[in-house]
């Protein structure tokens, strides 16, 4: 019996070491198998305190007031519909309290009673549109971008006539910087679009080499390099019912004046769509300026604000129209962004927030904009410093008074009723996969919708910390710590730093799996990971973001420095295994960590990094760096081809042939030099890849991290 009671014994000592040893499946990220679950398709039903939301094959809806539920449409009703055989209740947006858009099916479907009327929509590969102005801007077959719209029964016409060899409308300008994610915009009553014209004939070609044709091909891009030529934009409006009418394109552009600034940004129209507001930037980006134009002849009417900064003024926020002629602005101008209120002719009223937090994001206003509703990362009202949480806020324009909403720490991702009453919040946090809760902005009604199961319990992956150190400054730099799973605090582990350091990131936030799910699988490898947000990075106000001016890689990598010697007192980790592992700028910050102080780290991976500025564009390289002939001394100091000579760990270098972000020849550079100072690099290059590497070759990055970590780490 003692034998069995052992043998048992053993068996489930092996059975529980084997669970323990199970890794997270990384293929299986790309195939479902650890999504998070949801609650699909919910939505409001406008003008209502109604939400809806697809479960069993039935359209739900509920009452926030009451929680009151039943079937609004059945599979059936909706198949019948739409006239075929449907196997599962399609996705739908709101257009209207009783109209549902069906896009799979190109179908608006109007609830008349019991009676359901389809409106057939024959539109695809629509991606900007209006199905409540039955607007929509496309790309068709031939490349080239088209509007469709029902007032000429959708019928293409060409957005833009005006082309050539090297240019480019309708589409993103400025390399998707200041807030440019698209090339169109669609007037408030659809009677207009306005699209961007690049002319890119003047930028140099730069060369990427495709190695699937049976004789190599170059395929030029168009690349303007810091201190070199740049593009020209102008901007066109395309007038829907003209050109419906006349069966083709009726358009004009806006008189705008280099001299005001050559970069156009946050383009927006008045709800009456008799102007347009467009904010100029200048080369040097240290001057906007606001501008109103009149919409139908073009002409320019007035500016309405400048900013200058003496290192840089960054417009990334639309002007934002309220009743009573008057409109939001964001500015950092008293070092934190914040909301101003200003009247239709540019003056300013007030501050509506203040304090040493910023306004990550606008939601909107109530129906008589009496309050603003945003994102922030402090709890305010209990005077809490917690930049790595999202947290829901409302603030009255005529008092300022500041009303939390939603204030639990971690990140609350708010969708707010019509008349922004109650408010469905999408809330995750380390621990918490997806809670959705339902607020009312009274504070009556608070109610939990759903909470996901963690798709990694079994892993045990619980222990993860964040927390603040202090820089030589005294700054709080936030830290998140993953141990492994069968973390024993009496043994040495290998440490990696997983580092990004630039502009526009913050990697240490509050949120389920932060960092991304490879770090965690590591984490299993039996690997403590740490990383660390340095000044430079989001969402910390003026001084903390924009000291790095000109000094590229300078104070990042001193921050980063107190994070190691934080490591180094950690009885835990092994100080002679650390490395450092990060892409595009987190490859620069590798890098420069690894020439910079080469005693610290054993091994290093990194991809795509900036090797030298100089080689990198216009508008992200300028305005941190200036041009190279205004700051030769920043560009010289923060370049790694004059460091790599003092590497002396071991390096993998892995970049994307077909990158044209940080274009191929920095490594190429970085490998020519690495060669004439004798220095060993190890490197790996994805031939049909751009900046980074996704898909399921995402799979084969990860796996070559991890054998060079295996190799030099442990």
């Given at each position: 019996?003692?034998?069995?009671?052992?043998?048992?014994?053993?068996?489930?000592?092996?059975?529980?070491?084997?669970?323990?040893?199970?890794?997270?499946?990384?293929?299986?990220?790309?195939?479902?198998?650890?999504?998070?679950?949801?609650?699909?398709?919910?939505?409001?039903?406008?003008?209502?305190?109604?939400?809806?939301?697809?479960?069993?094959?039935?359209?739900?809806?509920?009452?926030?007031?009451?929680?009151?539920?039943?079937?609004?449409?059945?599979?059936?009703?909706?198949?019948?519909?739409?006239?075929g055989?449907?196997k599962?209740?399609?996705?739908?947006?709101w257009?209207?309290?009783?109209?549902?858009?069906?896009?799979?099916?190109?179908?608006?479907?109007?609830?008349?009673?019991?009676?359901?009327?389809?409106?057939?929509?024959?539109?695809?590969?629509?991606?900007?549109?209006?199905?409540?102005?039955?607007?929509?801007?496309?790309?068709?077959d031939?490349?080239?971008?088209?509007?469709?719209?029902?007032?000429?029964?959708?019928?293409?016409?060409l957005?833009?006539p005006?082309?050539?060899?090297?240019?480019?409308?309708?589409?993103?300008?400025?390399?998707?910087?200041?807030?440019?994610?698209e090339?169109?915009?669609?007037?408030?009553?659809?009677?207009?679009?306005?699209?961007?014209?690049?002319?890119?004939?003047?930028?140099?070609?730069?060369?990427?080499?495709?190695?699937?044709?049976?004789?190599?091909?170059?395929?030029?891009?168009?690349?303007?390099?810091?201190?070199?030529?740049?593009?020209?934009?102008?901007?066109?409006?395309?007038?829907?019912?003209?050109?419906?009418?006349?069966?083709?394109?009726?358009?004009?552009?806006?008189?705008?004046?280099?001299?005001?600034?050559?970069?156009?940004?946050?383009?927006?129209?008045?709800p009456?769509?008799?102007?347009?507001?467009?904010?100029?930037?200048?080369?040097?980006?240290?001057?906007s300026?606001?501008?109103?134009?009149?919409?139908?002849?073009?002409?320019?009417?007035?500016?309405?604000?400048?900013?200058r900064?003496?290192?840089?003024?960054?417009?990334?926020t639309?002007?934002?129209?309220?009743?009573?002629?008057?409109?939001?602005?964001?500015?950092?101008?008293?070092?934190?962004?914040?909301?101003y209120?200003?009247?239709?002719?540019?003056?300013?009223?007030?501050?509506?927030?203040?304090?040493?937090?910023?306004?990550?994001?606008?939601?909107?206003?109530d129906?008589?904009?009496?309050?603003?509703?945003?994102?922030?990362?402090?709890?305010?009202?209990?005077?809490?410093?917690?930049?790595?949480?999202?947290?829901v806020?409302?603030?009255?324009?005529?008092?300022?008074?500041l009303?939390?909403?939603a204030?639990?720490?971690?990140?609350?991702?708010?969708?707010?009723?019509?008349?922004?009453?109650?408010?469905?919040?999408?809330?995750?946090?380390?621990?918490?996969?997806?809670?959705?809760?339902?607020?009312?902005?009274?504070?009556?009604?608070?109610?939990?919708?759903?909470?996901?199961?963690?798709?990694?319990?079994?892993?045990?992956?619980?222990?993860?910390?964040?927390?603040?150190?202090?820089?030589?400054?005294?700054?709080?730099?936030?830290?998140?710590?993953?141990?492994?799973?069968?973390?024993?605090?009496?043994?040495?582990?290998?440490?990696?730093?997983?580092?990004?350091?630039g502009?526009?990131?913050?990697?240490?936030?509050?949120?389920?799996?932060?960092?991304?799910?490879?770090?965690?699988y590591?984490?299993?490898?039996?690997?403590i990971?740490?990383?660390l947000?340095?000044?430079?990075?989001?969402?910390?106000?003026?001084?903390?973001?924009?000291?790095?001016?000109?000094?590229?890689?300078?104070?990042e990598?001193e921050?980063?420095?107190?994070?190691?010697?934080?490591?180094?007192?950690?009885?835990?980790?092994?100080?002679?295994?650390?490395?450092?592992?990060?892409?595009?700028?987190?490859?620069?910050?590798?890098?420069?960590?690894m020439?910079?102080?080469?005693?610290?780290?054993?091994?290093?991976?990194?991809?795509?990094?900036?090797?030298?500025?100089?080689?990198?564009?216009?508008?992200?390289?300028?305005?941190?760096?200036?041009?190279?002939?205004?700051?030769?001394?920043?560009?010289?100091?923060?370049?790694?081809?004059?460091?790599?000579?003092?590497?002396?760990?071991?390096?993998?270098?892995?970049?994307?042939?077909?990158?044209?972000?940080?274009?191929?020849?920095?490594?190429?550079?970085?490998?020519?030099?690495?060669?004439h100072?004798?220095i060993?690099?190890?490197?790996?290059?994805?031939?049909?890849?751009?900046h980074?590497?996704?898909?399921?070759?995402?799979?084969?990055l990860?796996?070559?991290?991890?054998?060079?970590?295996?190799?030099?780490?442990?």
């Open positions: 019996m003692k034998k069995i009671t052992l043998s048992l014994f053993c068996l489930i000592t092996c059975a529980s070491l084997f669970a323990q040893k199970e890794y997270i499946d990384l293929k299986g990220l790309f195939t479902g198998k650890y999504r998070i679950e949801n609650m699909r398709n919910l939505s409001w039903r406008p003008e209502t305190h109604q939400y809806t939301y697809i479960e069993d094959n039935k359209l739900m809806m509920a009452n926030a007031e009451t929680s009151e539920t039943s079937v609004f449409c059945t599979l059936p009703q909706i198949a019948t519909a739409l006239g055989d449907i599962g209740f399609p996705g739908y947006q257009i209207g309290k009783d109209q549902l858009y069906i896009p799979g099916k190109q179908s608006v479907v109007t609830f008349n009673g019991d009676k359901l009327e389809v409106e057939k929509i024959p539109v695809t590969n629509a991606f900007d549109g209006s199905v409540k102005n039955r607007l929509f801007v496309v790309r068709e031939d490349g080239n971008v088209y509007v469709r719209s029902g007032k000429n029964n959708y019928e293409p016409i957005l833009c005006d082309t050539g060899k090297g240019i480019v409308f309708g589409e993103a300008v400025h390399r998707s910087e200041w807030g440019i994610e090339g169109q915009y669609l007037s408030p009553n659809g009677n207009y679009i306005a699209f961007y014209r690049m002319d890119e004939s003047m930028v140099a070609d730069y060369p990427l080499v495709n190695v699937n044709t049976r004789i190599a091909t170059v395929e030029n891009c168009k690349y303007p390099m810091a201190g070199e030529t740049s593009h020209e934009v102008t901007l066109g409006i395309f007038d829907v019912s003209k050109s419906a009418a006349a069966g083709k394109t009726v358009y004009h552009y806006i008189k705008t004046d280099k001299e005001d600034g050559e970069f156009l940004t946050n383009v927006t129209f008045s009456d769509e008799k102007y347009i507001y467009i904010t100029h930037l200048n080369r040097e980006q240290n001057h300026k606001l501008i109103e134009y009149d919409l139908l002849t073009g002409k320019k009417l007035r500016t309405l604000i400048e900013e900064d003496d290192r840089y003024v960054e417009p990334l639309r002007m934002i129209f309220i009743s009573g002629d008057r409109f939001i602005w964001q500015s950092d101008r008293d070092g934190w962004n914040h909301m209120l200003y009247s239709r002719d540019g003056k300013l009223i007030k501050q509506i927030t203040k304090g040493n937090w910023p306004v990550i994001s606008v939601i909107g206003t129906p008589k904009d009496e309050n603003i509703f945003f994102i922030t990362n402090k709890n305010i009202l209990e005077d809490k410093d917690m930049p790595i949480d999202r947290y806020y409302s603030v009255n324009i005529k008092s300022g008074k009303r939390a909403l204030q639990e720490n971690g990140t609350h991702t708010p969708r707010f009723s019509s008349d922004k009453q109650y408010f469905i919040d999408y809330f995750n946090n380390l621990f918490t996969p997806n809670n959705i809760d339902l607020y009312s902005i009274n504070g009556k009604v608070h109610r939990n919708l759903f909470s996901a199961k963690n798709p990694y319990e079994k892993y045990h992956l619980e222990n993860v910390s964040i927390f603040p150190i202090k820089n030589k400054q005294g700054d709080d730099l936030y830290c998140r710590l993953i141990l492994p799973p069968d973390f024993d605090a009496s043994k040495k582990y290998p440490c990696l730093i997983y580092v990004y350091g502009p526009h990131s913050q990697m240490v936030t509050n949120t389920f799996m932060s960092g991304g799910v490879f770090l965690y590591l984490a299993q490898k039996g690997y990971i740490f990383t947000d340095n000044r430079g990075t989001s969402y910390r106000g003026s001084a903390f973001e924009k000291c790095i001016h000109r000094q590229l890689g300078k104070l990598v921050d980063q420095m107190c994070g190691v010697e934080y490591l180094k007192s950690l009885a835990c980790v092994d100080t002679t295994r650390i490395g450092i592992d990060g892409w595009s700028y987190g490859g620069f910050m590798t890098l420069s960590l020439t910079t102080h080469p005693e610290a780290f054993k091994a290093a991976t990194c991809g795509g990094p900036v090797i030298d500025w100089k080689w990198y564009e216009v508008m992200y390289g300028e305005r941190y760096m200036d041009t190279p002939q205004e700051n030769p001394e920043g560009y010289q100091n923060s370049s790694i081809i004059n460091k790599i000579k003092n590497l002396k760990g071991d390096v993998l270098v892995i970049h994307g042939a077909q990158d044209n972000t940080v274009v191929w020849q920095h490594t190429q550079a970085l490998l020519n030099q690495a060669i100072d004798g060993q690099l190890d490197y790996f290059v994805y031939p049909n890849h751009p980074n590497v996704g898909g399921l070759d995402r799979v084969h990860w796996n070559k991290l991890e054998k060079y970590y295996e190799e030099h780490l442990r």
